[in-house]
């Protein structure tokens, strides 16, 4: 394996050097290849994708002098790897944390060859009811058993118990362990599973409620949300609790709540996600999303939850419970049903509808198979209240209101239930 001079990792990582990778797909000179947003794909250096994202900012729109700049600050890596960097790549990475620009900006498909297996064809939109919380009265216990300190446990321990947990670093695999380990004691270890990844050591972990029918070839109902984190310092310290240990306690707490209802869907299995490797490029999520696929499950529907906890009062949120955000894109009749959900079980809330852009969270990894999804969040990635510790260190427990953010639990049994119908 060719090594990086420290001198150039020091500038790359301001001043503090990366921990050592030990998935040798990540090592600093692996070539991955990445899918950008317009579609375009491209092979890079590891850490050049890492280097450009971290790095200071460049004033927008990018000169020529500036892509120039960009580029020779990667000169001996290109140099030594045989690659290049086109202006679409510094255009999206090139001071992306200190953007705050949401998700990685790409899709990393190493290893999948996207032009042997085109994006899925989208299956009919699914025919669900029009919301109605008068056709469901098993909500309402449901919906009483939420709880904001169940929330905020789920998230002190995730954005605490770990210095970080982004994908690469040396104790990833830990809060995998832990989120599995709750759902064993919830559900039974039977119905518990770990998704490895093979380039990385960070598992997606898998809760499952069977269908009532007994079905184990049942549509399912999915909802989940990401366990991986970063920053700017991404070995180091990424406490990630907005991003996304919010997402995740949302779908803890949603399939804690369903298991101690006794809840089961009559003809579909439910279950719940959490995803490695999202801030990779949709690692985790596109493994799982892929090899349900390939199994021929259907999926009924796939709900995200990326950034709930932030939840600042703004001009248009006055007396309101919450915000809620459902994100306009992909799929326009799945975004419009949630809003109607989020409508009906949680009237209280602000009902947002911003763009989220492709590839922003994982549900774009079941959309590429075409699976029916949405994504719902406090705010969207182009939103002006979008939290300003947002990759970054100072995104901690003590910044997010629980309060509020337990509405998205509410609209989440809600989802379900509907959807289940």
Known sequence: MLNIPSLLLTFLFGGALRAPVQQPGF???????????????????FAVIEGLQISPALPRPLSSDSLNAARAAFANITSLTGTSISDEAIEELQGRYERRLWGAGYKDITGFDAHARPLGKL?????????????????KPMLAKVNASEMKEYVSHLSTAYATRYYLNANASAPAFWIQSQFVSWLGIEQVKLANNSDFDQPNVIGRIEAKSGDVNAPIIIFGGHLDST???????????????????????????????????????????AYAGEEGGLLGSQTLARSYKDAGKEIRGMLQFEMVGWQPDTPT??????????????????????????????????????????????????????????????????????????????????KLNFERSADFVKAGLAWVVEVAA
């Open 27 to 45: 090592d600093e000179l692996s070539i991955r290849t990445i899918q950008f947003p317009s579609y375009h794909i491209e092979n890079l250096p």
């Open 123 to 139: 299956s009919a939109a699914p025919d669900y009811p029009t919301p109605d919380a008068s056709k469901h009265p098993e909500l």
């Open 231 to 273: 920053s700017q310092t991404p070995y180091v310290k990424a406490p990630g609790a907005d991003d996304d240990a919010s997402g995740v306690a949302v779908m803890m707490t949603i399939m804690r709540i369903l298991k101690d209802s006794n809840f089961q869907a009559e003809t579909y299995a439910i279950e719940g996600h």
């Open 317 to 398: 949120n006055l007396g309101k419970s919450s915000t809620i955000s459902v994100l306009s894109d992909p799929d326009i009749t799945m975004s419009t049903h949630m809003r109607k959900v989020v409508a009906a079980y949680v009237p209280t809330a602000e009902n947002r509808n911003p763009e989220c852009g492709r590839s922003c969270s994982d549900h774009y990894s079941f959309h590429d198979e075409g699976y029916p999804v949405v994504c719902i969040a406090s705010y969207g990635p182009n939103d002006s209240n979008l939290n300003p510790g947002y990759h970054t260190t100072n995104d901690t427990v003590d």
